[in-house]
Structures are given as structure tokens and as C-alpha cells.
T-cell receptor, first 108, second 112 residues
Framework: RKEVEQDPGPFNVPEGATVAFNCTYSNSASQSFFWYRQDCRKEPKLLMSVYSSGNEDGRFTAQLNRASQYISLLIRDSKLSDSATYLCVVMKNNDMRFGAGTRLTVKP | DTAVSQTPKYLVTQMGNDKSIKCEQNLGHDTMYWYKQDSKKFLKIMFSYNNKELIINETVPNRFSPKSPDKAHLNLHINSLELGDSAVYFC???????????FGSGTRLTVV
């Protein structure tokens, strides 16, 4: 089993749509969780951390379920500029493990 | 001012050559990393250094040798390059414990 698993997509959605990405992780001792965004031919950039209580940053909402070892990212009112690959990231002792990413394309 | 800078950005070289990629961070972070992103876009950790000491060494061929002269630099030397080494190599840094990483812009290595 991979350490971090994501649905690779691609997700093709119209502008304004709501889209959700899921991620599961295998190491129950994982301590920190993140969503990163990677544009084509660019480096990954931190989108948001994920907290047990759930957290929101504008149109983006992240949820963590430690019991199920499951992380999610919800994007509301999708914009064309949201088109990217979204990477689920799990960390233990400063060692980060990345999922393979979910590709999102938002179309006009 | 670039936080994590890698050079070169692009590297095309022949099989069997030896090459180095340099990385420097000006964030004052204690920990630096090398990741490899292959053609399937999967990011896989190779090495991690904390204050110049190696703390993670994944199953990487010993043709790959990281060197950290100080905590702001982590260079990657690759001997006897093979076709399968073609990938994008990302350097990253972080503060100790539970902070996200800052990545460099990547080095696209092509072995021909």
C-alpha cells in the first residue's frame, strides 16, 4: 500500500463548480498534514495546512479524519486559475511524504 | 530575493557523465531535502539533512551523493548518469518539526 494515496483524476469542471479531492494515508503516527499545489513545470507550493478541527481559507476547506486516516480538500466556486495538480502531503518527524497528486482543470 | 534557489535550471548530459546540482536557501531553515519527480509526476524523497547531518537516506543508488557544506547549502552530485535518472530534481527546506516545505524551482535533468 502506498504511503499516501490520491485519486489521480483528472477532474474537469466548469468555472463556479465545487470540487472535492480525497486522500488516504497509511502511517497512523503521522503528525502533520498539508495540501500543496503544483502548476505545470513549476515547484509545489503550500496551499494550506490541515487541522483536525477542519480549516478554511477563502474558497478552500480542508478536513482531516485521523481515525479513518483520511484528508479532503474542497474547492468552492472554482476559478480558471485553480487549474493545477493538488498534492496531499503527510508528515512525521519532519519527513514529508507526497501523494501522486490529483489533476484539476477548470474550464470556462 | 529567492528563498530556495537551485542551479542549473536545465541540465542535458550524456550517459556516463558526472554532474552536480546546487541548492541554497536564505530562509535560515535547519533542514534541507532533495526530491525526485519522475515522468509520472510522483515526488519521492531522496535525502534529508538537518544542520549538515544526514537524517534521511531513502533507497537511492550510491551514484547519488549529497553534500552539505553548511546548513544553507545542500548539493547533489550524481556519478555515471543513466537514462533513468532523467527527472526533475527539487530541493526544499523547512524549519525543524511540522512546518511545510519551501521548494526550489527544480532542475530538469535529461540524460541522453
Amino acid at each position: 500500500r502506498k504511503e499516501v494515496e490520491q485519486d489521480p483524476g483528472p477532474f474537469n469542471v466548469p468555472e463556479g463548480a465545487t470540487v472535492a479531492f480525497n486522500c488516504t494515508y497509511s502511517n497512523s503516527a503521522s503528525q502533520s498534514f498539508f495540501w500543496y499545489r503544483q502548476d505545470c513545470r513549476k515547484e509545489p507550493k503550500l496551499l494550506m495546512s490541515v487541522y483536525s478541527s477542519g480549516n478554511e481559507d477563502g474558497r478552500f476547506t480542508a478536513q482531516l479524519n485521523r481515525a479513518s486516516q483520511y484528508i479532503s480538500l474542497l474547492i468552492r466556486d472554482s476559478k480558471l486559475s485553480d487549474s493545477a495538480t493538488y498534492l496531499c502531503v503527510v508528515m512525521k518527524n519532519n519527513d514529508m511524504r507526497f501523494g501522486a497528486g490529483t489533476r484539476l482543470t477548470v474550464k470556462p | 530575493d529567492t528563498a530556495v534557489s537551485q542551479t542549473p535550471k536545465y541540465l542535458v548530459t550524456q550517459m556516463g557523465n558526472d554532474k552536480s546540482i546546487k541548492c541554497e536557501q536564505n530562509l535560515g531553515h535547519d533542514t534541507m531535502y532533495w526530491y525526485k519527480q519522475d515522468s509520472k509526476k510522483f515526488l519521492k524523497i531522496m535525502f534529508s539533512y538537518n544542520n549538515k547531518e544526514l537524517i534521511i537516506n531513502e533507497t537511492v543508488p550510491n551514484r547519488f551523493s549529497p553534500k552539505s557544506p553548511d546548513k544553507a547549502h545542500l548539493n547533489l552530485h550524481i556519478n555515471s548518469l543513466e537514462l533513468g535518472d532523467s527527472a526533475v530534481y527539487f530541493c526544499a527546506s523547512s524549519r525543524v518539526v511540522n512546518y511545510g516545505y519551501t521548494f526550489g524551482s527544480g532542475t530538469r535533468l535529461t540524460v541522453v
